[in-house]
């Protein structure tokens, strides 16, 4: 299973955007969903999680405070809204399906992602 994420885009630093990911209800309304990002020549890395059920989220220590996730059950959709962006946040950003919380470790595929590019 492939999830698809959306929203990507060329920002300036200190700009916003909002990041989506729909999924099929099956997937999405008894896992916990995650976004992950990875940057040209490094690993994918864990960005948050919003846990299932609890509403409960976690996220990486470089994005709190600006990034925020929230899931929309209506929808099957979770979203990234990612606030004062900054060069170091340019990557492509992925959503996964997570089983386990803390970490959030995805089962579900890696789709293309979106591609975010903070200009300075």
């Known amino acids: 299973v492939q999830l698809q994420a959306f929203g990507g885009g060329l920002v300036q630093a200190g700009g916003s955007l909002r990041l989506s990911c729909a999924a099929s209800?099956?997937?999405?309304?008894?896992?916990?969903m995650g976004w992950f990002r990875q940057a040209p020549g490094k690993e994918r890395d864990f960005v948050a999680a919003h846990r299932w059920g609890l509403g409960s989220t976690d996220y990486a220590d470089s994005v709190k405070g600006r990034f925020t996730i929230s899931r929309d059950s209506a929808k099957n959709t979770v979203y990234l809204q990612m606030n004062n962006l900054k060069p170091e946040d340019t990557a492509i950003y992925y959503c996964a399906a997570c089983r386990s919380w803390r970490p959030c470790a995805p089962f579900t595929s890696w789709g293309q992602g979106t591609l975010v590019t903070v200009s300075s």
């Open positions: 209800e099956r997937i999405f309304s008894s896992n916990n």
